[in-house]
C-alpha cells in the first residue's frame, strides 16, 4: 500500500511564507514526477508545480516566483517553499507522485491534502 501524506500548512499573513512537505511511503519501486496541486472553496482543482526525479521543475504563472518546488529523493519527499503569500493562495493544497510499484505498475497517487489560508 503507498501513501502520500503532506503536511506544513497552516494560517499565515500575506506576505508570509510557509513551507509543505509530502512523504511517500509503502511498496515503493521507484517515483518518477512529483508535484502539487491545489483547490480553492468553489474552484476546480489547479495545478500548482511539477518535478521530475532529475529535478527540473515547471511552474503555473499564478506561482512562478513565488513558489519553489524540490525534491529528496532519498526520503521519497517533495516539497514546496512558498514566499509572499496572497490572500487567493487560500486553498487545499495536495501533492501528487507517479509511482512505480514492486510489481512495475506506474500509478498516480495524490495525498490526503493540507489546508493553507492566507490572511491577515
Known amino acids: 500500500q503507498v501513501q502520500l501524506v503532506e503536511s506544513g500548512g497552516g494560517l499565515v499573513q500575506p506576505g508570509g511564507s510557509l513551507r509543505l512537505s509530502c512523504a511517500a511511503s509503502?511498496?515503493?519501486?521507484?517515483?518518477?514526477?512529483m508535484g502539487w496541486y491545489r483547490q480553492a472553496p468553489g474552484k476546480e482543482r489547479e495545478w500548482v508545480a511539477t518535478i521530475t526525479r532529475g529535478g527540473s521543475a515547471n511552474y503555473a504563472d499564478s506561482v512562478k516566483g513565488r513558489f519553489t518546488i524540490s525534491r529528496d529523493n532519498t526520503k521519497d519527499t517533495v516539497y514546496l517553499q512558498m514566499n509572499s503569500l496572497k490572500p487567493e493562495d487560500t486553498a487545499v493544497y495536495y501533492c501528487?507522485?507517479?509511482?512505480?510499484?514492486?510489481?512495475?505498475?506506474?500509478?498516480?497517487?495524490w495525498g490526503q491534502g493540507t489546508q493553507v489560508t492566507v490572511s491577515s
Open positions: 501528487n507522485a507517479d509511482i512505480e510499484l514492486s510489481t512495475l505498475q506506474i500509478r498516480a497517487y
Open positions: 509503502g511498496s515503493i519501486f521507484g517515483i518518477y514526477r
